[in-house]
């Protein structure tokens, strides 16, 4: 598939996903603060939507698609568990419980006009920033022959 409906596939579905956390709640930090307090459980019912529709879509669509809409070939992601993913994961809890939004809420949030959540996006920026500076470089993909 060509670039440009490759791209607007990528724009309608970004558009698509914050408009969503938008009226899910999940642009407003005050929200997931109260989720995350076990005082109020309606994001739980957005979460489990999202992974049903996921579950359904990762184990249906490479039986009934031969191959994905936007080119390419399904493929199965083996997850590697070690040290690194711990910590990021901790990183990402205490962030997201002190701000009240992960990456892809801050984003969209900034369009319904919170400019607090520059402050997130500033701080996620330097985080990616220190990550890099401090981690050795990636392994090389292996080569296909």
């Given at each position: 598939?060509?670039?440009?409906?490759?791209?607007?596939?990528?724009?309608?579905?970004?558009?698509?996903?914050?408009f969503g956390l938008a009226l899910s709640g999940m642009v407003?930090?005050?929200?997931?603060?109260?989720?995350?307090?076990?005082?109020?459980?309606?994001?739980m019912l957005v979460m489990g939507g999202g992974l049903a529709v996921t579950l359904l879509a990762y184990q249906l669509t490479p039986r009934l698609a031969p191959r994905p809409l936007l080119g390419g070939v399904f493929e199965a992601h083996t997850a590697r568990m070690h040290r690194d993913t711990f910590v990021g994961s901790a990183l990402f809890?205490?962030?997201?419980?002190?701000?009240?939004?992960?990456?892809?809420?801050?984003?969209?949030?900034?369009?319904?006009?919170?400019?607090?959540?520059?402050?997130?996006?500033?701080?996620?920026?330097?985080?990616?920033w220190l990550h890099g500076a401090t981690a050795g470089a990636p392994a090389a993909a292996p080569q296909e022959g």
């Open positions: 598939m060509s670039g440009v409906p490759r791209s607007i596939a990528v724009v309608a579905a970004g558009a698509l996903f914050g407003r930090p005050e929200v997931v603060l109260s989720f995350l307090q076990f005082k109020d459980w309606g994001l809890g205490v962030g997201w419980g002190l701000s009240g939004v992960c990456p892809g809420p801050a984003i969209a949030g900034l369009g319904t006009g919170n400019l607090q959540l520059l402050w997130v996006l500033a701080g996620l920026a330097a985080g990616a």
